[in-house]
Nanobody, 123 residues
């Protein structure tokens, strides 16, 4: 049974940084794509970033490009989302997701989801 568990969310001032973690378990993820999505109140879930498990490919939403990075530790089966220069509009619940398909920004392409972690950026 695949499990994705996010952690690292919290309250931070604008301009600050947070690092989210996604611990994956339940299968071998070597051929998987790992993604991060977010959902703000009253808005649809949107793509943030994705990374092939090997790290050879990464993809970022325009809104976070240059501020967020995605990395992984294969030994720990964990993917990270480093968020710098945070803005109030980054406030949302952040979800980790996994898919055996190629890298994609479409939430429908992801089969497995974590429970989410809240990120709140104050102005």
């Amino acid at each position: 049974q695949v499990q994705l568990v996010e952690s690292g969310g919290g309250l931070v001032q604008a301009g600050g940084s947070l690092r989210l973690s996604c611990a994956a378990s339940g299968r071998t993820f070597s051929s998987y794509t790992m993604g991060w999505f977010r959902q703000a109140p009253g808005k649809e879930r949107e793509f943030v970033a994705a990374r092939s498990w090997s790290g050879g490919s990464t993809y970022f939403a325009d809104s976070v490009k240059g501020r967020f990075t995605i990395s992984g530790d294969t030994a720990k089966n964990t993917v990270y989302l480093q968020m710098n220069s945070l803005k109030p509009e980054d406030t949302a619940v952040y979800y980790c997701a996994a898919t055996p398909r190629i890298i994609s920004k479409s939430s429908g392409q992801y089969d497995y989801w974590g429970q989410g972690t809240q990120v709140t950026v104050s102005s």
